[in-house]
C-alpha cells in the first residue's frame, strides 16, 4: 500500500481514529512548512546556521523530490545513496510532525537537543519496550510534543525501503529513553518510520508499553516555546511582517512564498510566556490554540497550509510578488 500510515498500540481511549491504518494526506505545503518547523530547534535558528537559502531549499526538496502524490520522482531517485538518507531523514521528520498535528492533535514539536534538558538515570540503565533493540548509553529521541496538559516523546526514522523490524527496534530503542517528562510520565511514547519510494509513502507508528526504567527530563516549557518561535519573536520580523494575508503576519521568504504566524497567536507570544522566573506557564498560549484549531483548518487551500502551532506558508499560482528582505 502506498501513502498509508499503520497504527499501532495506540491508546484507543485518547486516540480511537489511531487503530489500524490512516492515509498520508499531506501536500507538498503541508511537508515545506513541517520541515521549516522541525529540522533546527526554530526556524530562526535554521537561517543563523546555514543560512537564509534554507526555506527556499527545503521548497524545492519537496517539490523536488517528491511529485503530488507523493512518489518519489526521478530526480530523488538518483541521488547518490548518501543524498537520499539524508533527504529521507528531513522528509521523516517532516510527516512525523504532519501525522502529529493531524492525528494526535498536537500544537507542536521541540527538540529534545533544542530545550535546555536536564536528565537523571533511574535505576541502573533503562529497559527497552517491547520490540526496542538494544538500547545505547546516551541515546536521546527527537521530539517532545506538546498539547494542552499532555507531553509525547517522537523518535522518527526515514528510508527508502519498507519499514523492517531492525529500523522499527531502533527507533523504539529511542522512544524508549524518557521514563518521565517534568515529573510525569509522558501520555505516549512513539516511534515513526517511513519510507519513500516511487508508489509512495508507506509508514509504521508505534506507541508500545512503556519501559519501567529510563531517564527523567526535566526542562523549562516556557523557554522551549519561545525557542521554537524564535523566528517570529525577533523584532526584525514584526518589523516587515504584513497582513497580507487576512489574519496572519507574514513575511516574503522569496520567489512570493509567504512564511507566517497568526496573529492572534503573536499577540500573546509577544506578552509571555514569561517562564518560571515570571511564574507564568505556557497554558495560555496553548489554549489560544486549541481555540483557534478550527480557523486554522478553514485556511487551509490547495496554496495555503496552516498547522495546528498556528504557523501558515503560502505559496500562491498569483504572479510572483517582488522579493523583499526577510529580516
Known amino acids: 500500500m502506498s501513502n498509508v500510515l499503520t497504527c499501532i498500540n495506540f491508546p484507543p481511549a485518547r486516540f480511537p481514529a489511531l487503530r489500524g491504518s490512516v492515509d498520508i494526506t499531506a501536500n507538498h505545503l503541508d511537508i515545506t ?20 537559502w534554507r526555506a527556499r531549499m527545503l521548497h524545492a526538496l519537496a517539490h523536488g523530490y517528491l511529485d503530488a502524490s507523493l512518489r518519489t520522482t526521478p530526480y530523488f531517485r538518483n541521488l547518490e545513496q548518501s543524498e537520499r538518507a539524508a533527504t529521507c531523514f528531513l ?105 519513500f519510494r516511487a508508489d509512495g509513502v508507506e509508514g509504521q507508528v508505534q506507541d508500545p508499553p512503556a519501559a519501567p526504567d ?26 516587515v511582517a504584513t497582513l497580507d494575508v487576512p489574519g496572519f503576519l507574514t513575511t516574503d521568504l522569496g520567489d512570493g512564498i509567504r512564511f507566517g504566524i497568526d496573529e492572534a497567536l503573536y499577540q500573546k507570544l509577544a506578552d509571555g510566556p514569561g517562564g518560571a522566573e515570571k511564574g507564568e506557564g505556557i497554558e495560555p498560549i496553548l489554549a489560544t490554540l486549541a481555540e483557534r484549531r478550527a480557523f486554522y483548518r478553514q485556511r487551509r487551500t490547495e496554496d495555503t497550509s496552516v498547522g495546528n502551532d498556528g504557523t501558515l506558508l503560502q505559496d500562491p499560482a498569483t504572479p510572483r510578488r517582488r522579493r523583499r528582505r526577510l529580516f
Request: aromatic share 8%.
Open 33 to 52: 512548512r513541517a520541515l521549516m518547523m522541525v529540522g533546527y530547534p526554530s526556524h530562526r535558528a535554521a537561517v543563523a546556521r546555514v543560512g537564509r
Open 91 to 195: 522528509l521523516g521528520q517532516a510527516l512525523t510532525l504532519w501525522f502529529a498535528q493531524e492525528h494526535m492533535h498536537l500544537d507542536r514539536l521541540i527538540h529534545v537537543d533544542g530545550c535546555g534538558a536536564h536528565w537523571k538515570l533511574t535505576g541502573k540503565g533503562a529497559v527497552g519496550k517491547s520490540g526496542a533493540g538494544p538500547l545505547k548509553p546516551g541515546g536521546r529521541p527527537d521530539f517532545l510534543g506538546i498539547g494542552l496538559g499532555e507531553h509525547h516523546v517522537f523518535e522518527t526514522k526515514g528510508r527508502t525501503r519498507r519499514v523492517y523490524g531492525k529500523l522499527m527496534a531502533t527507533a523504539l530503542a529511542q522512544a524508549s529513553m524518557l521514563a518521565t517528562i517534568n515529573g510525569r510520565p509522558p501520555d505516549t511514547r512513539v516511534a515513526a518510520c517511513f519510507v
Open 214 to 239: 529510563a531517564l527523567d527530563l526535566t526542562f523549562d516549557e516556557a523557554a522551549a516555546l519561545r525557542k521554537a518561535y524564535a523566528f517570529f519573536l525577533h523584532p526584525g520580523f514584526r518589523k
